[in-house]
C-alpha cells in the first residue's frame, strides 16, 4: 500500500481499494453459493473404490456439504462487515451517502452476480429477518432509547403512531383502490381488502431505515425523538392491521364486529406487548440483584431476557417491537445500578456491534431480494404509490400537527414538521411483510414489486438528500453536550419547584404524577430489584460519581493528568472529587486523596470470595491490585516530593519499604471518608473497575509504567509539613518499624 | 355565613391582573377559586399556614422556599394580585408574545423571569449569588428527603457543591452569579421546564 500512495494520487488510490473489496466481497458468497458438489463426488468414488481395491488412507478429504450452512452464514457476514469496512475508507463517498444506499447497491450488485452465474439468489427469509435480524437493533434502540425526551413527547409520538399509520394506510388503500377500479390501469382484479392490506404494509415508518439515516445527520433531539419514537410504536398498528386485513381478505366480506374486534385487538395486542415487556425486564433486573457473584454472565441476561420477551410476544401475536422496547427501558435503570461497569460496557458494545452487523445484513440482503424477487411491473400503479406516499406523509403530519400543537408547550415549527414528514421512511419491515403475503393473492408480485419500489424511493432519494436539506433550512442540529453537575442539580431543582407550584395551583399534572411514580419507585421496587445497599442511593451521587469517573477516564487519556491518583469509591461513601486542573492546587487534593479509606479498600479486596467466575485469577488480583496500590502511591509520592531528594534506600527492598508505607499511612487514615476520586487507566490486563460495588476490586489505576525510581524519594505523608517528617524519619529508619509492620498490613485488614 | 362580597372578584380587578400577568379571564377565575378554596380564613388573603396545608408543598423538599417566593418582602399575608404575580412565572410562552414591542417591559413569563424567579429561590440572602452554603443547603434537602438511612456526610455534598461551583464560576468569586446561572442553563429548555401547561 504505501507503495501505491508514492505513485497513484489518493483517488486512484481509493478506487482500488473499492474495486478489491467488491472483489473479494462478491467472491466470497459466490463460492459459498456453489453447490458442494465434490463432497458427493469424494464420498461416491470412496464407496465404490473400497469394494474394488483397498483404497489408501485419505489424508486429505474436502466435505463441505459439513459445514456448508455455518460455512455461508459466516461469508455473508463477512461480506457484510467487509463492505461496511470498504465504505469507511473512502471519505468522500460515506459523506455524500448514507450507508444504507451503498449497502443496498452492493447487495443488487452482489445479486446480479449470483443470478449472472446461473444460481438462485437467496431471498430475505422473513423468518429470519424476524426472528435474527431485527430484534438486535430495536434491543439497541431501546435499551438506549433517551427517556426524558421520549416520555415529554409520548403523547405527540402516539397521535402519529397510531393516528398518523391509520390515515396512511387508509388514504393510500382507498385511492389505490379508486385507481385500480380506472379500466385502462388494467388491476381490475384488485378488491379494496387487498389494497387496504397493501396500504397497511407500505405505511409504516420503518425503525431500521430511519436509524440508519438519521444517526449520520445529527437532527436535535426532538425532531430525533419523534420520529424514531413514531417507527418503534406503529409496530403495534401494523401487527394489527396486517393480521387484520390478512384476515377479511380470507373470508372475504367485513362486518361492523369486525372492525369492532378489530380496536380491541390493537389494545391487546399494544399493550399486551408493553406488559409482556415489563414481566421480562423486572425479572432480569431482579435476577441482576444476585449476579454478583458472576460477573461474566450479566450481558447474558439482558440479552437473553430481552430476547424472551420478544419471542414470547411474538408467540401471542402481540407487538414484539414494544415488548422489546418496553423491557429494555423497564431493566435498564436497575439493572445498571447492579452489574459491574465492565458488564455494562459489554453490554453496550455487544448491542451496538449487533445492531449494526444486523442492519449491513438486512440492506445487502434487501438489495439482493431485488434482484431475485418475482417482479411483476405496472407502471401506473408502482408510481401512484410513490407518489401517494409522500403526499399522505405529508397531509397526515400536517394534519397532526395542528392538532397537537393546541396541546403542546413547545410547538411543533413548520422545519421540525417537514423534517418528520420527510423522515418518515420505509425499509426492510415492510419488504418482510410483503413477502409474508400468501400467494393466494394473486397480486402479491405486484405488490412486492411496489414495496422494493417505495424503499428504494425513500433509502435513496429522500435517505440522500435529507442531510443537504437539514444543512439548507438550517434545522436544529443536536447540541453536543457533556454532561453536567449544574444541568442535573437545576433541572432536578426546577422538578421540585414545579411539583410545588402544581400542588399550589391544585392542578394533577405532569410533574405531580412524575413525582409519585418516582416515590413509589423509590420506596417499593428499589428496594427488590437493587443488589445491597445502593437502592439508597440518590439519583443526583450516581449522577455526579459517574461523571466524575467518566471525566477521570478522558483526562487520564488525554495525557492531562499522567499520574494515576490513587483512589478509591466505597459503598457508602461515593462521591469522587474533580481533578483540580491547576498543579497547585492539585497538591492539596492528593493529598486529601490519600487521607481516604484505603483500609476500608483492603478489607474488600481481601474478604471478597473469588472464584472461578470472575475475570482474573484469584490470587492474582489480589497480588495485582495490591502492587499497584503500592506502586501507584509511590509514584505519586515520588512526584509529590520532588524537593524531597533523599535518595536512601535506594537498595531497599521493595516489600520493605511498602510496609514502611502502610505503617504511616495507617497512622494518617481517618474514620471518616474524604472525597475521593477514582481514575481509570485503560491498561491491561484489567480496566479498573470504578464503580465499584463491593464485589468488584476497585483496581488501583494501574500505573503500568514501570514504577523502578528511588524509592526513597517517595516520602510525603500527604497530610501536611509534619507528615513529611515523619516519613523521612520512617524512611530513613526502616530498622525498628519493620518487626512491627510485618503484621500490621495483614492484621488490619 | 361570612359575607361573600369579597369573594367576588371585580371585572376591573381581572382586566388588571390580565394585564399584569398575562393570564386569560377563564384563567383567571379558575384560579381565583383555587384561591378562595384554600383561603380557610376567609379574609381574601392567605398565610403560611394556609400554603403549608397544601399536602404537596409538605413533602416538596423546596415547600418552605416555594412558600416563601409567594410572600412579598417582610409580609405574612398574600392577596390575590401577588398570588397571580407569582404563578405568572410559571405560564407557558406564547409564540405571539416573543415578537412583542420591544419597549414594553418584559413579561412575567419570559425565560429570563423565569430564571430569576429559580435564580431567587437559591440565593435566600438576596445578594445576587448563589454562595457554596446557599447550594450545600439545597443539596442537602434535595438529597436527603426522603431517605432515612442514608449516610451521606455534609463533606460529600460538599465536595459536590464546590464541583458545581467550579464548573458554573466563571469570574472567579467562588459563587454563582445570575448571569453564570443564565449561561449553565442555556442547554435546559427552561420555556418547557419551568410552564405548567394548566396556566395556558
Known amino acids: 500500500m504505501p507503495a501505491f500512495s508514492c505513485a497513484f494520487p489518493g483517488c486512484r488510490r481509493d478506487l482500488l481499494v473499492?474495486?478489491?473489496?467488491?472483489?473479494?466481497?462478491?467472491?466470497?458468497?459466490?463460492?459459498?453459493?456453489?453447490?458442494?458438489?465434490?463432497?458427493?463426488?469424494?464420498?461416491?468414488?470412496?464407496?465404490t473404490n473400497v469394494t474394488n481395491?483397498?483404497?489408501?488412507?485419505?489424508?486429505?478429504?474436502?466435505?463441505?456439504?459439513?459445514?456448508?450452512?455455518?460455512?455461508?452464514?459466516?461469508?455473508?457476514?463477512?461480506?457484510?462487515?467487509?463492505?461496511?469496512?470498504?465504505?469507511?475508507?473512502?471519505p468522500r463517498l460515506s459523506g455524500v451517502v448514507p450507508e444504507s444506499c451503498l449497502l443496498i447497491v452492493v447487495g443488487l450488485l452482489v445479486g446480479g452476480l449470483i443470478k449472472v452465474i446461473g444460481e438462485e439468489?437467496?431471498?430475505?427469509?422473513?423468518?429470519?429477518?424476524?426472528?435474527?435480524?431485527?430484534?438486535?437493533?430495536?434491543?439497541d434502540a431501546g435499551y438506549f432509547l433517551p427517556i426524558r425526551p421520549f416520555t415529554e413527547n409520548v403523547g405527540t409520538i402516539l397521535v402519529f403512531a397510531v393516528i398518523g399509520t391509520l390515515w396512511n394506510t387508509f388514504f393510500m388503500g382507498g385511492l389505490l383502490y379508486a385507481l385500480c377500479q380506472i379500466e385502462s390501469v388494467g388491476l381490475g382484479g384488485v378488491d379494496l381488502l387487498a389494497c387496504l392490506l397493501f396500504g397497511s404494509i407500505v405505511s409504516a415508518v420503518d425503525p431500521v431505515a430511519v436509524l440508519a439515516v438519521f444517526e449520520e445527520i445529527h437532527i436535535n433531539e426532538l425532531v430525533h425523538i419523534l420520529v424514531f419514537g413514531e417507527s418503534l410504536l406503529n409496530d403495534a398498528v401494523t401487527v394489527?392491521?396486517?393480521?387484520?386485513?390478512?384476515?377479511?381478505?380470507?373470508?372475504?366480506?367485513?362486518?361492523?364486529?369486525?372492525v369492532f374486534l378489530g380496536v380491541v385487538c390493537f389494545f391487546v395486542v399494544s399493550l399486551g406487548g408493553v406488559l409482556v415487556g415489563a414481566i421480562y425486564g423486572f425479572l432480569a433486573a431482579f435476577t441482576s440483584r444476585f449476579t454478583s457473584h458472576t460477573r461474566v454472565i450479566e450481558p447474558l441476561f439482558v440479552f437473553l431476557y430481552s430476547y424472551m420477551a420478544y419471542l414470547s410476544s411474538e408467540m401471542f401475536h402481540l407487538s414484539g417491537i414494544m415488548a422489546l422496547i418496553v423491557c429494555g427501558v423497564v431493566m435498564r435503570p436497575y439493572v445498571e445500578a447492579n452489574i459491574s461497569h465492565k458488564s455494562y460496557t459489554t453490554i453496550k458494545y455487544f448491542l451496538k456491534m449487533w445492531s449494526s452487523v444486523s442492519e449491513t445484513l438486512i440492506f445487502i440482503f434487501l438489495g439482493v431480494s431485488t434482484v431475485a424477487g418475482p417482479h411483476a411491473w405496472n407502471w401506473t400503479f408502482v408510481i401512484t404509490t410513490v407518489i401517494l406516499c409522500?403526499?399522505?406523509?405529508?397531509?397526515?403530519?400536517?394534519?397532526?400537527?395542528?392538532?397537537?400543537?393546541?396541546?403542546?408547550?413547545?410547538?411543533?415549527?413548520?422545519?421540525?414538521?417537514?423534517i418528520v414528514a420527510y423522515g418518515g421512511l420505509r425499509g426492510a419491515i415492510a419488504f418482510s411483510l410483503g413477502y409474508l403475503l400468501s400467494n393466494r393473492h394473486q397480486m402479491r408480485n405486484l405488490f412486492l414489486t411496489a414495496i422494493i419500489t417505495v424503499i428504494f424511493f425513500t433509502v435513496f432519494v429522500q435517505g440522500m438528500t435529507i442531510r443537504p436539506l437539514v444543512e439548507l433550512l438550517a434545522v436544529k442540529k443536536k447540541k453536543e453536550s457533556k454532561p453536567s453537575i449544574n444541568e442535573e442539580i437545576h433541572t432536578e431543582f426546577l422538578n421540585h419547584l414545579l411539583t410545588g407550584v402544581e400542588g399550589v395551583c391544585g392542578h394533577y399534572g405532569h410533574y405531580h404524577w412524575k413525582e409519585k411514580l418516582n416515590?413509589?419507585?423509590?420506596?417499593?421496587?428499589?428496594?427488590?430489584?437493587?443488589?445491597?445497599?445502593?437502592?439508597?442511593?440518590?439519583?443526583l451521587i450516581a449522577f455526579y460519581r459517574k461523571m466524575e469517573l467518566k471525566q477521570a477516564i478522558m483526562m487520564v487519556e488525554s495525557g492531562q493528568l499522567p499520574s494515576a491518583l490513587p483512589s478509591t469509591i466505597s459503598m457508602q461513601n461515593i462521591q469522587p472529587r474533580a481533578i483540580p486542573r491547576v498543579s497547585k492546587k492539585r497538591e492539596e487534593e492528593i493529598r486529601r486523596i490519600l487521607r481516604s479509606n484505603l483500609q476500608n479498600n483492603k478489607q474488600k479486596m481481601r474478604s471478597r470470595s473469588y472464584s472461578r467466575h470472575t475475570l482474573f485469577d484469584a490470587d492474582e488480583e489480589d497480588n495485582v491490585s495490591e502492587v499497584r496500590l503500592r506502586k501507584t502511591k509511590m509514584e505519586m509520592e515520588r512526584r509529590m516530593s520532588h524537593y524531597l531528594t533523599v535518595p536512601a534506600n535506594r537498595e531497599s527492598p521493595r516489600p520493605g519499604v511498602r510496609r514502611v508505607r502502610f505503617e504511616s499511612d495507617n497512622q494518617v487514615f481517618s474514620a471518616d471518608s474524604v472525597p475521593t476520586v477514582h481514575f481509570e487507566q485503560p491498561s491491561p490486563p484489567s480496566t479498573p473497575d470504578a464503580v465499584s460495588l463491593e464485589e468488584e476490586v476497585p483496581k488501583r489505576p494501574s500505573l503500568e509504567a514501570d514504577i523502578e525510581g528511588p524509592r526513597g524519594n517517595a516520602s510525603d505523608n500527604h497530610q501536611g509539613e509534619l507528615d513529611y517528617q515523619r516519613l523521612a524519619r520512617c524512611l530513613s529508619d526502616p530498622g525498628p518499624n519493620k518487626d512491627k509492620e510485618e503484621d500490621d498490613p495483614f492484621m488490619s485488614c | 355565613m361570612g359575607s361573600r362580597a369579597s369573594s367576588l372578584l371585580r371585572e376591573e380587578e381581572i382586566e388588571e391582573i390580565k394585564k399584569e400577568t398575562g393570564f386569560s379571564h377563564s384563567q383567571i377565575t379558575r384560579l381565583y377559586s383555587r384561591f378562595t378554596s384554600l383561603d380557610k380564613g376567609e379574609n381574601g388573603t392567605l398565610g403560611r399556614e394556609d400554603f403549608q396545608r397544601i399536602p404537596e408543598l409538605a413533602i416538596n423538599p423546596l415547600g418552605d422556599r416555594i412558600i416563601n417566593a409567594f410572600f412579598p418582602e417582610g409580609e405574612d399575608q398574600v392577596n390575590f394580585r401577588g398570588f397571580m404575580r407569582t404563578l405568572a412565572h410559571f405560564r407557558p410562552i406564547?409564540?405571539?408574545?416573543?415578537?412583542?414591542?420591544?419597549?414594553?417591559?418584559?413579561?412575567?413569563?419570559?425565560?429570563?423571569?423565569?430564571?430569576?424567579?429559580?435564580?431567587?429561590l437559591y440565593d435566600l440572602d438576596r445578594d445576587d449569588k448563589i454562595s457554596r452554603d446557599e447550594l450545600l443547603q439545597?443539596?442537602?434537602?434535595?438529597?436527603?428527603?426522603?431517605?432515612?438511612?442514608?449516610?451521606?456526610?455534609?463533606?460529600?455534598?460538599?465536595?459536590?457543591?464546590?464541583?458545581?461551583?467550579?464548573?458554573?464560576?466563571?469570574?472567579?468569586?467562588?459563587?454563582?452569579?445570575?448571569?453564570?446561572?443564565?449561561?449553565?442553563?442555556?442547554?435546559?429548555?427552561?420555556?418547557?421546564?419551568?410552564?405548567?401547561?394548566?396556566?395556558?
Open chain 1, 18 to 47: 473499492i474495486v478489491l473489496v467488491v472483489f473479494v466481497g462478491i467472491g466470497l458468497p459466490i463460492e459459498a453459493s456453489a453447490p458442494a458438489y465434490q463432497s458427493h463426488g469424494t464420498e461416491g468414488s470412496y464407496l
Open chain 2, 94 to 120: 406564547e409564540d405571539n408574545e416573543k415578537n412583542k414591542d420591544p419597549t414594553a417591559s418584559e413579561p412575567l413569563n419570559s425565560r429570563i423571569n423565569k430564571l430569576l424567579f429559580a435564580f431567587q
Open chain 1, 240 to 258: 394489527v392491521l396486517y393480521n387484520l386485513f390478512e384476515e377479511f381478505a380470507k373470508v372475504g366480506t367485513v362486518t361492523v364486529l369486525d
Open chain 2, 138 to 200: 439545597v443539596l442537602r434537602m434535595m438529597v436527603l428527603r426522603m431517605m432515612v438511612g442514608v449516610n451521606i456526610s455534609d463533606e460529600q455534598l460538599g465536595s459536590i457543591a464546590d464541583r458545581t461551583i467550579q464548573e458554573a464560576d466563571q469570574n472567579g468569586d467562588n459563587s454563582i452569579s445570575f448571569n453564570e446561572f443564565i449561561k449553565v442553563l442555556e442547554k435546559v429548555d427552561v420555556e418547557q421546564k419551568m410552564s405548567i401547561r394548566f396556566l395556558h
Open chain 1, 390 to 418: 409522500l403526499v399522505s406523509r405529508v397531509l397526515g403530519v400536517i394534519g397532526l400537527t395542528f392538532i397537537i400543537n393546541k396541546f403542546r408547550i413547545v410547538k411543533l415549527t413548520k422545519k421540525d414538521q417537514f
Open chain 1, 519 to 539: 416515590r413509589f419507585n423509590k420506596t417499593y421496587v428499589k428496594r427488590w430489584l437493587i443488589a445491597g445497599e445502593n437502592f439508597k442511593e440518590p439519583e
Open chain 1, 121 to 139: 439468489p437467496p431471498v430475505l427469509d422473513s423468518q429470519l429477518f424476524f426472528l435474527c435480524l431485527l430484534p438486535p437493533i430495536i434491543l
Open chain 1, 53 to 90: 481395491t483397498k483404497k489408501a488412507f485419505p489424508v486429505l478429504a474436502v466435505n463441505y456439504k459439513h459445514v456448508r450452512q455455518p460455512f455461508e452464514i459466516a461469508l455473508w457476514i463477512l461480506l457484510a462487515l467487509l463492505m461496511k469496512l470498504g465504505f469507511h475508507l473512502i
